[in-house]
């Protein structure tokens, strides 16, 4: 099955460089782990299923 992306998609999507550094961004402000928590709380209460062991 081919996937089909909206024209233009691959010149506005970050690369891989961009990425790890704003995740490294996030982990610097100590913001990481409570954005994890909360999209895991968000998921759950849309139903599905958790990301986190013991949340």
């Known amino acids: 099955m081919d996937v089909v992306l909206p ?3 691959a010149d506005t999507a970050p690369d891989a460089g961009t990425l ?11 913001a990481l ?10 998921i759950n209460r ?9 949340s």
């Open 33 to 42: 782990d409570a954005i994890i928590e909360e999209f895991d709380r968000a």
């Open 46 to 54: 849309a139903g599905f299923i958790q990301l986190l062991q013991g």
């Open 7 to 9: 024209a233009g998609f």
């Open 20 to 30: 790890w550094d704003f995740r490294e961004a996030l982990i610097k402000a100590d």
